[in-house]
Structures are given as C-alpha cells and as structure tokens.
Antibody
Framework: QVQLQESGPGLVKPSETLSLTCSVSGYSISSGHYWGWIRQPPGKGLEWIGSMFHRGITYYNPSLRGRVTISIDTSKNRFSLKLTSVTAADTAVYYC???????????????????WGQGALLAVSS | ETVMTQSPVTLSVSPGERATLSCRASQSVTNNLAWYQQKLGQAPRLLIYGASTRATGVPPRFSGSGSGTEFTLTISSLQSEDFAVYYCQQYDDWPLTFGGGTKVEIK
C-alpha cells in the first residue's frame, strides 16, 4: 500500500522560506508518476501548488508567482516543497499526493491524485 | 486557467435520500475530471476519476457522469458516513484546478 507522510516545522516567520518533505513508502518514486503538493487554508478549499515528474519535469501554479520549488530525492524516496517569502496567506494544511500517469504514444499524461498524505499544518506568524 | 464551479455550496439531505452534486468547467476538460471526498480533519479521498470510474474500494452508491464542461456526482442513498465535503478537480491541463466544494450535510 502506498503511503505518504508530510513533515515540516509547523511554524514559519513572515518573509522566511517554508520547507516541507513528503516521505513515500510502499512505492518507489523513481518508478514513475507525478508527485504533487496541494494546500488548504483553514476553513477553505483545495489549491494545487505544483507537481513534479520523477524525471525532473515540474509544473507550478502561476498564482504563486515563482515562489515555489519542488524537488525529488530518489535515494531517500521522498520529495520536497520550498515556498519563499511567506505571508499569513500561506497558512494552510499542506498535503502531498501521488498523481497517477498514463503513457500514450510516448507522451506521459498526468491524471488524478490517487494517494494522499495526512497533511501538515503550517502556520506563518511572527 | 480552467475555472471549476461547484453547486450547490451546501446540500441538506436526509439519510437514505439521493444527492446530486454538480461541477462545471469554464472550458472543456473532456473526461479528465476527478471527485474527492473530504471529512473533517482528514485528507481528501479519491472517489471518481475519468469522470465516471470509481476508485478502488468506493461503494457503488457513488457514481459520476458527464463530459466536456458539465459533470455530476450522484450518491444514490446517503449513508451517515457520506456526510462530508466533495470537490471536483480537472487534470486536463495545467494549472490543475479544484472546484470550491459542496458540503453535504444532514437534513
């Protein structure tokens, strides 16, 4: 069974960089699929942050204006999120998830999020 | 960016009744649409992908339909464990986008 687990500091100061890690078990990241981050501000809906293919292809939400970086460490079977210049608006539960893929004529298509971590609350406050 | 709009925002239903949730896309997403269920304090759970295919372990009372810009999630006979928030999400194009959610509450 695929399992994902987020880890992070819990509290970040305004203007600093938020860093989160998602550890994956039950599946090798290097075997394929996209790996993504989604967040949910308190009492609000879901917002996609970005996704990364195991071969390094990344897509980010343009609303985050270049503040986001996702990276993968295949040796430790985990992937990470960095969000710079955080403000109170970045306070949210951050989820990591596996995004299923389908290969058609040598093109890999990203599909739905089939496995999710339990979420990590990140608060931005001085 | 494809905007996903869900309606209604809140749906009050009695146990055993049928619930119909709607999701509309601002442009065609063909059938590249998923539905998720989220209970309070939990991560979202995949229910439906490809607009109409149930994910592993999802009871048959959940069904999805639609294509293009109009989609529906139907829960044929609501059980107590089905009261939750439901989100649709398109994966036809980047950026990926979610609907604002429909809360299904006990009437």
């Amino acid at each position: 069974q695929v399992q994902l687990q987020e880890s992070g500091p819990g509290l970040v100061k305004p203007s600093e960089t938020l860093s989160l890690t998602c550890s994956v078990s039950g599946y090798s990241i290097s075997s394929g699929h996209y790996w993504g981050w989604i967040r949910q501000p308190p009492g609000k809906g879901l917002e996609w942050i970005g996704s990364m293919f195991h071969r390094g292809i990344t897509y980010y939400n343009p609303s985050l204006r270049g503040r986001v970086t996702i990276s993968i460490d295949t040796s430790k079977n985990r992937f990470s999120l960095k969000l710079t210049s955080v403000t109170a608006a970045d306070t949210a539960v951050y989820y990591c998830a596996r995004q299923r893929t389908q290969k058609i004529s040598k093109v890999v298509f990203a599909l739905e999020f089939d496995f999710w971590g339990q979420g990590a609350l990140l608060a931005v406050s001085s | 960016e494809t905007v996903m709009t869900q309606s209604p925002v809140t749906l009050s239903v009695s146990p055993g009744e049928r619930a119909t949730l709607s999701c509309r896309a601002s442009q065609s997403v063909t059938n590249n649409l998923a539905w998720y269920q989220q209970k309070l304090g939990q991560a979202p759970r995949l229910l439906i992908y490809g607009a109409s295919t149930r994910a592993t372990g999802v009871p048959p009372r959940f069904s999805g339909s639609g294509s293009g810009t109009e989609f529906t999630l139907t829960i044929s006979s609501l059980q107590s464990e089905d009261f939750a928030v439901y989100y649709c999400q398109q994966y036809d194009d980047w950026p990926l986008t979610f609907g604002g959610g429909t809360k299904v509450e006990i009437k």
